[in-house]
């Protein structure tokens, strides 16, 4: 493994991925810029030097094009922040209203990917425009329903979050910040803009730039902040692959042998303390049975 990724990876003898937050933002920051150089540069082709599409270039650099590199990677970042508010209930999963919180924001980070990935919300918006009558700011109209549902949402997660640590409950508030300024605020200026000069303009093009900009650093934020919150809960958390049957080489002529049904593996165990590798484990489980210790539990927790 070369140093370049040792800070991000760090591999033992033991199958057990550690990763480090700081640098796994410092890389997706980089991945941010690397799309807002590529969406100057389509703008510059496109209203510069006059060019429409290049063979779909144009609208796979444009930040705020679907189906662009833009839109895939928030796609996989909302979808990154839904798994890590799956594992944050995981690990504290309890009869508490305010935990089960993190399964909620989990839904509906789920459904965040999928309208970045479907274009949901555009969808949503001429319909709504036109049963309101929405102009100038509420050009947009499809933040309206959203805008409601925002402030439900907000009143849900509320007591989780005032329960977390100073420091941590800043990064959430940070995030929130940073995305909604780009997803409601800066569109609702789009809105006025479009509506008053059209889309085909070169100042569109960049109000969509400081928009997608916000709402991906919005996201990555919130990554860290995930991931500084599962590490203050034990260390941070890892993640068990469980229920794969071990093959086995049949001799050729021999009949299979028909193996019981494997249980059902539950889809995240975390463990917030050290992995333990199988051969400590298993010497472990070996002086507890020489020793006549009956009755005590024996291999790694899941909780």
């Given at each position: ?23 796994l ?38 930040i ?64 709504v ?97 995930m ?20 093959a ?13 049904r ?42």
């Amino acid at each position: 493994m070369s140093n370049a990724l040792a800070p991000l990876f760090l591999m033992s003898q033991v199958p057990v991925l550690t990763l480090n937050s700081r640098a796994l933002v410092k890389i997706l920051g980089a991945g941010v810029l690397l799309l807002l150089v590529g969406h100057a540069v389509g703008l510059y082709l496109k209203y510069g030097l006059g060019y429409e599409d290049l063979g779909g270039l144009l609208h796979f650099l444009d930040i705020d094009y679907e189906r662009s590199a833009a839109n895939f990677f928030s796609s996989c970042l909302l979808l990154v922040n839904a798994l890590l508010f799956l594992i944050a209930w995981a690990s504290q999963r309890t009869t508490s209203r305010a935990e089960k919180a993190w399964l909620l924001l989990s839904g509906v980070f789920y459904f965040l990917a999928m309208d970045e990935l479907f274009a949901i919300h555009e969808r949503l918006g001429e319909p709504v425009r036109n049963t309101l009558n929405a102009s100038g700011i509420l050009y947009f109209a499809w933040f309206i329903p959203y805008g409601a549902g925002i402030a439900l949402l907000a009143i849900i997660v509320i007591p989780a979050l005032l329960r977390l640590d100073g420091r941590i409950r800043l990064w959430f508030l940070l995030a929130a910040v940073m995305y909604l300024a780009g997803a409601i605020g800066v569109e609702m200026f789009e809105g006025w803009y479009v509506e008053a000069k059209g889309w085909e303009t070169v100042e569109y093009g960049l109000f969509t730039g400081i928009e997608e900009v916000l709402e991906m650093a919005g996201l990555i934020t919130l990554v860290y902040a995930m991931l500084s919150l599962t590490g203050s809960w034990g260390g941070g958390f890892t993640v068990a692959i469980t229920g794969i049957r071990q093959a086995s080489v049949i001799p050729e002529g021999n009949q299979p042998m028909r193996s019981g049904r494997a249980s059902i593996p539950r889809l995240l165990r975390y463990k917030p303390q050290r992995p333990i590798t199988f051969s400590s484990w298993y010497s472990r489980r070996s002086n507890s049975r020489s020793s006549g210790k009956s009755g005590a539990k024996h291999g790694p927790s899941h909780t």
